[in-house]
């Protein structure tokens, strides 16, 4: 079955600090990957996306997020975090089925210190 | 271009009541998903429309949830009625057809006392 596990529930980093948010999927074929983020009391915003091509995808905001096949994994990177990045970000797995299909990762919840 | 609007912002029902939350999607974005989001939680699908057919509502709760989406452009989401567990974050989203993006609205906290 589909699934998508970030395995950090919250992360601290120093603002100016590079930050990475681990995420790993569980499905047979290659996958659509995405990154969200959300604010307090937001819906969600779409960071980036991996469909195919390159692995190392730019996204909006500074961020990066490199999908590497061998460990299942699609990790979202800044090289330098803003105080403004405080939010929660979910990792996603879509697939084709019927239509498109979407399921999301429990959150990382990333905190900021000054 | 205006966003996914969802009203109304905050909800506070009792227990047993009926509540109704609405959505209005970004103009000629054929797929429109509700999903509900649990404290802590990501999303999770409770349906998917394709124009106005519900395509996957397998994760619908049809004993006191009901969906629709009249001539393929608003939705509502019911429930009725409501329990504690209902208590939640209810966001819609829509996207054009093809496309896997999402875009969601700002959502509806739900608050069962």
């Known amino acids: 079955a589909q699934s998508v596990t970030q395995p950090d529930i919250h992360i601290t980093v120093s603002e100016g600090a590079s930050l990475e948010l681990r995420c790993n999927y569980s499905y047979g074929a290659t996958p659509y990957l995405f990154w969200y983020v959300q604010s307090p009391g937001q819906g969600l915003q779409l960071l980036l996306k991996y469909f195919s091509g390159d692995t190392l995808v730019q996204g909006i905001k500074g961020f990066e997020a490199e999908f590497k096949r061998s460990q299942s994994s699609f990790n979202l990177r800044k090289p330098s975090v803003h105080w403004s990045d405080a939010a929660e970000y979910f990792c996603?797995?879509?697939?084709?089925?019927?239509?498109?299909?979407?399921?999301f990762g429990a959150g990382t919840r990333l905190f900021v210190k000054a | 271009e205006a966003g996914v609007v969802q009203s109304p912002r905050y909800k506070i029902i009792e227990k047993k009541q009926p509540v109704a939350f609405w959505c209005n999607p970004i103009?000629?974005?054929?797929?429109l998903y509700w999903y509900l989001q649990n404290l802590g939680q990501g999303p999770e699908l409770l349906i998917r429309y394709e124009n106005e057919e519900a395509v996957d509502d397998s994760q619908l709760p049809k004993d006191r949830f009901s969906a629709e989406r009249l001539k393929g452009v608003d939705s509502t989401l019911k429930i009725q009625p409501a329990e504690l567990g209902d208590s939640a974050v209810y966001l819609c989203?829509?996207?054009?057809?093809?496309?896997?993006?999402?875009?969601f609205g700002q959502g509806t906290r739900l608050t069962v006392v």
């Open positions: 989203a829509s996207s054009p057809r093809g496309n896997t993006e999402a875009f």
């Open positions: 996603a797995v879509g697939f084709p089925t019927g239509g498109f299909k979407t399921i």
């Open positions: 103009s000629g974005h054929n797929t």
